[in-house]
């Protein structure tokens, strides 16, 4: 049995936040989407009590990360989700306004499996998430190591 995929939003703007839940609901994801306004909270979420990342096991998540945090880079979490035995093969998106080059490039050799940059004009960003709302209903993300 396959368990229900969890989305992990890790992101400190609200109208995003609000703009990337509804237009992923809107393609059809019923999935439960657990919102995080800053780094601390997700990566307490993510990492467990212990800190091992063993809290996660046999969970199957999906994260949307922000690289621009309040309190710590999205950059950050992504190296540690992909450095943890239990949470690295859990696919992360980055959605964010960073479109530097170099920036996109260590993002995708610390294991980012999309990176989407926000558009200034709203419309634009609004499809975005709409299709990636499509990759979602399609795609099957592998549960965290048991």
């Known amino acids: 049995?396959?368990?229900?995929v969890s989305i992990i939003m890790v992101e400190d703007d609200e109208g995003h936040a609000r703009l990337i839940e509804r237009n992923i609901r809107?393609?059809?994801?019923?999935?439960?989407?657990?919102?995080?306004?800053?780094?601390?909270?997700?990566?307490?979420?993510?990492?467990?009590?212990?800190?091992?990342g063993?809290?996660?096991?046999?969970?199957?998540?999906?994260?949307?990360?922000?690289?621009?945090l309040p309190?710590?880079?999205?950059?950050?979490?992504?190296?540690?989700?992909?450095?943890?035995a239990f949470l690295k093969s859990t696919p992360v998106v980055v959605l964010t306004t960073t479109d530097d080059?170099?920036?996109?490039?260590?993002?995708y050799?610390?294991?980012?499996?999309?990176?989407?940059?926000?558009?200034v004009n709203y419309e634009s960003f609004a499809n975005a998430i709409r299709q990636l709302g499509l990759f979602f209903s399609v795609i099957?993300?592998?549960e965290a190591v048991s």
């Open 109 to 119: 050799e610390l294991g980012c499996n999309v990176y989407i940059t926000k558009p």
């Open 71 to 84: 309190d710590m880079t999205g950059i950050d979490i992504l190296r540690r989700i992909k450095e943890n």
């Open 1 to 4: 049995m396959t368990n229900p």
């Open 54 to 68: 063993s809290a996660r096991k046999g969970q199957a998540l999906l994260v949307l990360l922000d690289l621009n």
């Open 26 to 52: 809107r393609s059809g994801v019923n999935n439960e989407i657990l919102p995080f306004t800053d780094g601390t909270s997700a990566v307490d979420y993510l990492f467990g009590k212990d800190g091992t």
């Open 101 to 107: 080059s170099h920036e996109i490039k260590r993002c």
């Open 140 to 142: 099957k993300v592998p």
